[in-house]
């Protein structure tokens, strides 16, 4: 399969040595297998790669590996399986855009597998700890530190991008993105964390959630995932602290939230399945 590849240094497409399984280009820039088993891919060696909190990382661990999140992950698997299947295409090229500690990729890696379905799978991230922890956890997939503002692939190289609780930053994920390809968005709906919002912001009221695409894209499916589950006050905490919301609590409100179990926390999400527009 070809590389999709390109040089973060020169632009030039990227091959990969048999034997040592690190990459290369033709102008001689070399960028080595790290020894946890991802590979840097830095323009130079003065670049410094983002740094995540080590209690935020673990709390985050523990709380998606808790299977809080199963039947989310059920949808999102079916959502994949559905665009890949949707096409005549034999083999895939599939990035998780932001893939932090490879938790997602883990997750929906081997249902791909398991329905015969040929994919290469690349998760990017410019967060060195987090890249770190993904190769650690053997996360199914080419992990790749790398600057976010230019991705290193090539332009119209990959099939299927997936979003997973990040937002798409930028042109680069168009870019990237083949003129038939898929993008598989993750985002929180309107009552995501709703009995957390609520002390959170004591006005709270429902509003109908917008939806900012870039003007290149366009929505193809929309599948809502709503569920509720019970969670520990910890659990509350962490959940807060990955939101968009958590920098507007203050300490008071924090401790209230870590000493105060939930018994039906509301989860509740858009899986987005977007295309390019039509020219």
């Not at 891919?41 to 299977?67: I, W």
């Not at 930053?169 to 898929?182: A, S, T």
Request: hydrophobic share 40%; charged share 20%; aromatic share 8%.
């Amino acid at each position: 399969m070809t590389l999709p590849l390109l040089c973060p240094v020169c632009a030039t497409p990227i091959k990969q040595h048999q034997a040592s399984l690190g990459f290369y280009c033709d102008n001689k820039h070399h960028f080595d297998k790290h020894a946890q088993g991802y590979w840097p891919l830095l323009s130079n060696s003065k670049t410094k790669p983002q740094v995540l909190s080590r209690q935020q990382m673990r709390a985050r661990h523990f709380l998606l590996e808790s299977g809080l999140f199963a039947p989310l992950i059920n949808q999102l698997g079916a959502s994949l399986l559905s665009v890949l299947h949707s096409t005549e295409r034999h083999t895939f090229e599939h990035l998780d855009y932001q893939c932090a500690d490879g938790y997602y990729l883990r997750q929906l890696v081997p249902a791909v597998s398991e329905a015969g379905i040929v994919c290469e799978h690349w998760g990017i991230t410019d967060a060195e700890n987090a890249i770190f922890a993904a190769a650690k956890a053997q996360t199914p997939a080419k992990l790749i530190l790398a600057a976010m503002k230019k991705l290193p692939f090539a332009s119209q190289s990959i099939d299927l991008i997936t979003v997973l609780d990040s937002p798409i930053k930028g042109k680069e994920c168009i870019r990237v993105l083949k003129d038939d390809g898929r993008i598989v968005l993750l985002q929180p709906s309107v009552r995501h964390l709703w009995q957390i919002k609520q002390q959170v912001y004591p006005d709270l009221i429902e509003k109908p959630l917008q939806l900012n695409l870039p003007n290149e894209l366009e929505v193809e499916s929309l599948q809502q995932v709503s569920f509720t589950q019970p969670v520990t006050g910890e659990q509350a905490f962490t959940l807060l602290d990955m939101s968009v919301f958590g920098w507007r609590a203050n300490d008071e409100l924090i401790h209230q939230i870590k000493s105060t179990a939930i018994s039906s926390l509301e989860f509740d999400w858009q899986v987005i399945v977007l295309k390019k527009r039509q020219q």
